[in-house]
């Protein structure tokens, strides 16, 4: 199980990792703004629900859902020439005429029940991630309208209704700061896989591969 997870497990296991450090140390950072407002501090279990952390949490997974989405969508229909992010222009489509496809072995059995189901399995990995990205947005929009809430309370300032929040340039810039990044680095990955190597990674071309071979 280990060999054939191994990938999946590493990566939720640096997740964990990382969003419990992020919990804690917002914990603290939360403590020392309540010290200096001369505010009670909330409690760790009480620091988990709180807007700061929620706003915070979502706002970062809002733009990796983002970028998976697009990224999935994108690469299917855009070509890169020589990257090993990109389909090869000249290599038939993989998914042509899939009423045959479905009948061979090992096919998953939704492919067979029907045309309907055939359409949106063939999407379904851009739509879920859509939607990952859409209810990641909403919670990241809730939770920011909370605290801005809050902030205009303590300074004696009536708070936006949360639906008004969402023309507030602090929640776009809470988004769009993390939305250029996503498509930088995804964009940089696509252009030196082109020239660069990682020995037995997927996500290279074979070490000797040709600079202006496509794909895998």
């Known amino acids: 199980m280990l060999r054939n997870n191994g990938l999946t497990l590493v990566l939720l296991l640096l997740f964990g990792i990382s969003i419990i450090g992020q919990w804690v140390a917002g914990w603290h950072v939360q403590i020392e703004d309540a010290r200096r407002h001369g505010e009670q501090a909330l409690a760790l279990s009480a620091y988990s629900f709180s807007p700061e952390f929620l706003s915070s949490v979502f706002e970062n997974w809002e733009s990796e859902f983002l970028q998976m989405s697009a990224y999935v969508v994108l690469t299917a229909f855009l070509i890169q020439r020589g990257s090993a992010e990109s389909k090869d222009p000249d290599v038939p489509p993989r998914d042509a005429d899939l009423d045959l496809q479905a009948s061979k072995p090992g096919a ?85 896989s082109i020239f660069l190597r990682q020995r037995e990674s997927p996500e290279s071309k074979a070490v000797a591969a040709p600079h202006n071979q496509t794909g895998e």
């Open 108 to 192: 998953p059995r939704i492919l067979r029940w029907g045309p309907i189901w055939r359409a949106l399995y063939a999407q379904s990995l851009g739509l879920t991630l859509a939607a990952l990205f859409i209810a990641s947005f909403v919670i990241h929009w809730t939770q920011s309208a909370k605290v801005a809430a809050q902030e205009a309370i303590a300074h004696g300032e009536k708070p936006l209704e949360t639906l008004a929040y969402l023309g507030d340039a602090q929640l776009w810039f809470e988004s769009f700061q993390n939305w250029q990044s996503e498509f930088l680095s995804t964009a940089v990955l696509v252009f030196l």
